[in-house]
């Protein structure tokens, strides 16, 4: 059964009057706090907050006349009180949680409010899977806003998807009640180049007078302010601190990520620390977060205390957690501070800069405390239908993995994926290696990998070269969670151990596993769309922490790795990737071959 739709500020604002008036008592009031206001960024010692109907209606000194025998009071004892915080950019699925699962992870962090982009599930599941998704969003005791996805396929021509989405669909999605935007242009050479069908995508977003999101992931900026003028309104891609300056000077909104595998904050926050760029126009978010990351290190909360220890002022790091999200989503009357009017999200801490979370309170309900979510669980469910989405044709065998050389070779030289240690790109790599029985042979700091199509049955399997993840014994890592196309993916120095791997994930209908000499050391179970589970985050983080162990366990030494390996498919982050159809230059958005001339 659905929530009922949180009541609109119209509807509401007689009752809020009233308690602000002293002419009606509050809901609830928080007394003696030292209320952190973002809008003049100012903290406000021996304040009293009023809250009635889920939203904040009396914000200042004494609120004994708004006390009836009805209201819950809550005594502060001088703690900060501050707004719930937001992730500007972030996708539910990286959690491996649907989002019922990963809300209850993160609630107790602080976070209420999610600006979230379905464009994993779109790939697998199309707009079908963006409106289980919506009406689960819907269902949230917090706020989780949707981004309708842009790109699926994310490279029209360079990868095959489970399904495809168009201006058409964006259109229809446009119209539905928990839609803020569009999600992360990634095409951003189809914006440059004129792509009528990235800017119609764009044209119905804006025409619904909703936000555009960026993805500009090249290092070149030389396309920048073209890509900039197709319309996109922030970008979360930023390296460097000349990116995040970009960003800013274009008009566009600079989104900071700390993620789990994606430490981009302390590169670019000198814009702001050292450069004195305004931080109205800066934005913290998380991008993809493990479920282990969520369950012991935190989501929001970790965020801003990272920033904070990079150097930026408390205060700052706050307003770029909440309200300068908001206002960048046109929602700035709505959430995102401590004021008459908005949403009653809010967080009592004792210390600014370390920021335990200590009680969180979202639409004027206590949701967590002391680290517990307090919050009942809806009741949404995935139908049958998202549950049976690896679709190989048949089970493989070590032969699918052999890599055939050129005609006559004793030794070629090819091209490696190269994995970058907490960053999205990769390097376009390259080693000379062996030949043996007319097959080429992976050595030393090189082994295999593959994507297995996974949506239509072909039977797909291509084959190519990475490196970086350090695996020294005979071993395969593989999984269905593979941005964004989200085919199979398979790594190993072992063509029986990719065979295994691979089947193993059809038997159990996606998710991830690893293995080494003939045994399972370690898998996660995500028999929704191959990307999620609906247990709770606590079991999925074990899991998942099996799969980090064993990784370890067969050599690995990256941090996080196992998201370096679920983005080795992603053709449109820089250099050097792998799709259903071969080898793909992401520098110059094409196909290219596994083996060098000559």
Known sequence: MSRPPFPAWPDVAADLIAVAARRAPADLVIRNCAWVNVHSREVIPGADIAIRSGRFASCGPDATAMIGPAT??????????????????????????????FVRAVMPHGTTTMFVDPHEVANVLGLAGVRLMHDEALDQPVNVFVQMPSCAPSAPGLETTGAELGPAEVAEAMGWPNIVGLGEMMNYPGVVHGDPKMLGEIAATQRAGKTVGGHYASPDLTDFPAYAAGGPADDHEGTREEDAIARVRQGMRAMLRLGSAWYDVEAQITAVTEKGLDPRNFILCTDDCHSGTLVHEGHMDRVVRHAIDCGLDPLIALQMATI????????????????????????????????????????????????????????????????????????????DFDIPAPAAANRVRARVIGVVENQAPTRALEADLAVRDGLVEAAGEVCQIALVERHRATGGVVNAFVAGFGYDTPCAVASTVAHDSHHMIVVGTSKEEMARAANRLREIGGGVTVWRDGIELAHVALPIAGLMSDAPAAEVADCAQGVVAAMAACGCRLNNAYMQHSLLALVVIPSLRISDLGLIDVDRFEKTDLFLPG
Not at 363 to 373: H, Y
């Open 72 to 101: 819950r009071v809550i005594d502060a004892k001088g703690r900060f009180l501050i707004p719930g915080l937001c992730d500007g950019h972030m996708h539910v699925e990286s959690g491996m949680l649907t989002v019922t699962e």
């Open 324 to 399: 300068n999200t908001a206002t960048h989503f046109g929602l700035e009357r709505e959430l995102g501070s401590i004021a008459p009017g908005r949403r009653a999200d809010c967080i009592l801490t004792s210390d600014l800069r370390a920021l335990p979370v200590e009680t969180v309170i979202a639409r004027g309900e206590i949701v967590a405390e002391g680290g517990v979510c307090l919050a009942p669980t809806p009741g949404f469910h995935w139908p049958d239908s998202a549950r049976r989405t690896v679709n190989m044709k048949r089970d493989l065998v070590a032969t």
